[in-house]
């Protein structure tokens, strides 16, 4: 009995020894299977280290340029100044930029008639933006002069100031354009000033007429500022384009051609490096002719920057039958290329006389308007700007105020969208954008301040807000095709 209780108490120890050694086995090899798990898994996500912070990165750096693909949209055309808004005669010559949410729209207010002469201010209504509402605020004058006339708004956002800076001419009264093109030397001032509070107040204008026309050779007979918006380049320079008329060698060979007093037309820039307290004439585009032996003339003009820095001057000309001229600079607008025919900008070149007859206008063309945006990255493209284009797409009267889109640097551009079928003339655009609190992304949106009218392009400056969707379905449906000059 003794010996079976012996066996039974050894058998339980040999078993309980076995279980033991079974379950530290187990054990063992469960805690093995484990760490070689996660050391598994550690060396993979340090491997994986760098790629991913590239990717979080990258995928941040996204989300911050991303823009949101929104639903077309656009306004209707609204009336911002019109003819006949006490005291004035009638409103022209518009300019257009946004900051801080508001819309800043220039224009000159013509006291005494509609022509480009007489008692003339600049002045300036503020829209505050919300949503694709605009309220405008009254009638406030920017620049006058007794005896003079204010003209050619050139207003410019300082991103470096956080500031607007405004560039005009002052011109005797009732001393008409082509009296000054004809005595060929100018009698003007060109002027400056700021304002620190998104246009409420506004500096005592400077004057920089010494240290730009007065540095031309030879002198020119007159300058003029844009009209329109000017730009500062990414460098921080900002650019005023314009034009101005000059008694040259040139000048006299054209008699026979198209000679205004013996004179030659250039479109030109000047230029501030230091946020608009001095500034310095730049270059100009070369004087050019066609195949015909027509002479381009390059006249009010328009600013870009593109890729790599480079500056496009876009340029009306004043010949019955060219289109707008386009050239390049590389060094930040000192300096431009030979101008090219850009075959696809045809503008307006003729006009009804008092016979009710068609004839080519002796100054053609008309001012159009310029503005680059970035490309947004959900449209393949090899540009990372991108350009807007205005102006009346006909090539005979000034009606159809129209958009182009360029996406390879104003190397090339689009079929027009037309904004508005009437009668229309000068226009200026401006690009800003709008984030959503929620998903960070923003869309991107245009707006632009024309002239427009049922019986003149003149009768009014109206004002278009669209965004870049319905820019886009514009530009997709059916185009208009508008017969050769």
């Known amino acids: 009995m003794r010996y079976l209780r012996v066996l039974l108490r050894n058998m339980m120890m040999g078993i309980r020894k076995a279980i033991l050694r079974d379950l530290r086995a187990c054990v063992a090899t469960q805690l093995f299977v484990i760490i070689a798990g996660v050391l598994t898994v550690v060396v993979v996500v340090r491997q994986m280290q760098g790629p991913m912070d590239f990717v979080i ?203 205004f007093h013996n004179t030659t037309n250039y479109a030109n820039v000047i230029f501030s490096d230091d946020n608009g307290d001095t500034w310095f004439p730049g270059g ?14 390059g006249n009010e003009a328009m600013a870009v920057e593109v890729d790599g820095g480079e500056l496009c001057l876009n340029s009306r000309t004043l010949h019955a039958d060219l289109t707008r001229v386009i050239s390049f600079s590389k060094n930040g607008g000192e300096t431009f290329g030979v101008g090219r025919l850009a075959q696809e900008l045809v503008e307006p070149g003729y006009k009804i006389n008092n016979e009710n007859f068609v004839v080519p206008s002796k100054a053609a063309g008309c001012q159009g308007s310029m503005i680059g945006f970035p490309a947004p990255r959900q449209h393949i493209s090899s540009a990372s700007t991108w350009v807007l284009f205005s102006n009346p797409a006909s090539p005979k009267f000034r009606e159809h105020l129209s958009v182009r889109l360029s996406k390879d640097g104003c190397r090339s551009w689009s079929a027009p969208w037309q904004v508005f079928s009437n009668f229309s003339g000068y226009s200026d655009l401006t690009y800003f954008e709008v984030r959503n609190p929620v998903t960070g992304l923003k869309s991107q949106n245009f707006a632009v301040l024309f002239e427009a009218g049922n019986r003149s392009s003149h009768d009014t400056l109206v004002f278009k807000m669209f965004n870049l969707e319905a820019l886009l379905e514009g530009l997709d449906k059916e185009h208009l095709h508008f017969p050769p000059a």
């Open 284 to 297: 100009r585009i070369p004087f050019g002719m066609d195949p015909f032996w027509r002479p381009i003339h």
């Open 57 to 259: 990165k990258e995928n941040l750096v996204s989300q911050d340029n991303m823009f949101a693909t929104m639903s077309p949209q656009e306004t209707k055309p609204e009336v911002v100044f019109k003819a006949g808004m006490k005291p004035y005669n009638s409103s022209r010559i518009p300019a257009l930029v946004y900051h801080k949410d508001t819309f800043l729209a220039f224009c000159e207010a013509r006291k005494d008639t509609h022509h480009d002469i007489g008692n003339i201010h600049i002045v300036l209504r503020r829209g505050k933006r919300t949503d694709w509402n605009v309220e405008w605020g009254d009638l406030q004058i920017v620049a006058s002069k007794t005896g003079f006339r204010a003209m050619n708004p050139v207003p410019i956002v300082d991103k470096t100031l956080d500031a607007i800076i405004l560039v005009f001419t002052l011109i005797p009264a009732w001393v008409g354009q082509w009296k000054l093109v004809r005595e060929g030397v100018y009698n003007q001032q060109l002027m400056v000033t700021r304002s620190f509070d998104c246009g409420e107040t506004w500096t005592i204008p400077t004057d920089i007429t010494s240290s730009t026309l007065g540095q031309m050779r030879p002198s020119p007979a007159l300058y003029a500022p844009g009209p329109g918006h000017g730009i500062q380049m990414a460098s921080g320079r900002l650019i005023v384009p314009g034009n101005y008329f000059v008694k040259d060698e040139i000048g006299p060979l054209l008699h026979y051609l198209d000679n």
